[in-house]
């Protein structure tokens, strides 16, 4: 469905339940809560389903939207959700009734009754941003999380997925909001404990591939050396990709003993996504993830070997 | 002046040299760059002064502008630059003749007989944009220097300087320019060197004022060990800025011995500028510098007694 006929379907709707992705982030949350608003705006009952995964990074912007015990909806909407096993458990019995997703991944299985995708948005925010324009006012109560979906997911304006259009929109939200405060909690503030993992991320980084291919490493004894939170270690996949020389960064984390998360961020050289694909994950080209069992060294290996294979091809 | 006064101005002058201030940053460099640019599309001989403390991350910009040895100009045009004492060595003789200035700092001392001021341009840059929009189209070889200097000014739209125009004329400047590889260069590029010092700084960092002060600082010992170049330490300022819990990170930066160079970057509660010219510095109010004679540590205890004496105030 184009941006109109989102619209128009999404005014035949009430009761709407709201869903965001696993270990959740700015878009998912953002763009969720704005759409959440956007429906209350028109008068219609909407609620996110609570995500227990959610940090205190973005729980301001989730929690005044969470359902109440008990509510039952008439409506299932996702977003930003690529897939059905991106759903959090606790909405995995909704998986066959999403009436509606609106997402930016070009990968998107298809699994809602109906979709609607545009891949070259730099966020589902913007999608999210052009659907609310036809619904209701962009009240600065709905600017403020559309604006935390979009910066988030072009890393403030600074990836390749940034395009005018999205500069576009950040204008005119930023015509509702002061988005100052938000920049700074969100993209110029470290954690004491995250300087310090970072430190020794660098000083234990790998190279491989003639030195353009680093891997940086997150096991569980890291985290719990400095006691780190979810929001210490949230987008420190982003730090492999900083180092000169290289073109693909690779983020091992260890999320439970036998499970691990890996993050690819790379140039045009590397297709980020057909790599994690062939371990079963997905994403973008610049930046991609998969979930594997096994351990930090197995991971390694294999997401290398991905790596390697789809940039001979 | 006004933009359009500014553009009519120039439109009558030919042989014109352009200066950019000492320790040259994006924006000074991007803005006379593309100021260039734009006056030999209009016809005019025009010149950059070359900039010999100029690092590798801007000298593609700058280079193909630099000044012919014997160019006697008619008229002479600075641009970003606040005050005489931050023009270079080489540009000293022209301190006097300054015919116009476009500038964004608030503390411009009007050394200039003409100046084109606008304090609540995020940029420089900004200025150049719209006075170029008067003059000239805007090419592919003008929108590049311009992207640069907006983006490196307002930390690829992080800071609090950044305003809706700022979005706007990114938008404008992206229609004629891809600007991934540039802003992967800028912004998401450290070399191995930097990561190790930014790392040295972290462990070494230290909290005043019940944790609110942040002091890094950078040493001769400290480059020398990593044998850095200016590119390598080049916006290392930044760093001190990310301490969470802190709202003035202070960057002591020993240049020679005997001689520190200090930054500050502050939120609502300290005025940067306001610390720094009580040292014989300026800036903006969330950004500002002073160089001092002294060592680090009374480079150190210094600007730590001007942020509480302006704290206070």
Redesign the interface.
């Known amino acids: 469905m184009n941006i109109s006929e989102t619209a128009q379907y999404l005014k035949t709707l009430d009761r709407v339940l709201i869903l965001t992705h696993v270990r959740p982030d700015g878009d998912t949350v953002g763009s969720a809560a704005a759409l959440c608003q956007a429906l209350r705006d028109l008068g219609r009952e909407a609620y996110l389903l609570d995500n227990p995964e959610i940090t205190a990074t973005y729980a301001a912007y989730a929690e005044p939207y969470w359902a109440t015990e008990g509510f039952t909806p008439d409506s299932v909407i996702a977003v930003d959700i690529a897939a059905p096993g991106l759903l959090p458990e606790n909405a995995k019995i909704y998986a066959d009734r999403v009436e509606l997703c609106i997402d930016h991944h070009p990968s998107n299985s298809g699994y809602a009754r109906r979709i609607c995708l545009d891949a070259s948005a730099a966020a589902a925010g913007e999608i999210v941003y052009a659907v609310i324009r036809e619904l209701t006012a962009v009240t600065p109560a709905i600017a403020l999380p559309l604006y935390v979906a979009i910066a988030t997911d072009c890393?403030?304006?600074?990836?390749?997925n940034?395009?005018?259009?999205t500069?576009?929109i950040?204008?005119?939200l930023?015509?509702q909001i002061d988005?100052?405060a938000v920049?700074?909690a969100l993209?110029?503030?470290?954690?004491?404990v995250?300087?310090?993992m970072?430190?020794r991320m660098?000083?234990d980084m790998e190279l491989y591939d003639n030195d353009r291919v680093v891997v940086m490493q997150i096991p569980l004894s890291l985290r719990q050396e400095y006691h780190a939170t979810e929001a210490d270690i949230e987008e420190l996949s982003?730090l492999a990709?900083?180092?000169?020389?290289t073109d693909c960064g690779i983020t091992l984390r260890e999320l439970k003993p036998g499970t691990v998360k890996i993050s690819v961020r790379s140039?045009p050289r590397v297709d980020a996504c057909a790599a994690c694909a062939l371990l079963g994950g997905g994403g973008h080209r610049a930046a991609a993830g998969a979930t594997v069992e096994g351990t930090m060294a197995q991971a390694k290996a294999a997401i290398l070997q991905a790596v390697e294979r789809v940039t001979e091809a």
């Open positions: 890393g403030c304006f600074q990836y390749a940034t395009t005018a259009r500069h576009r950040a204008a005119e930023m015509e988005v100052s920049n700074k993209f110029r503030t470290k954690s004491k995250r300087l310090a970072e430190s660098v000083a982003s990709a900083l180092v000169e020389g140039g």
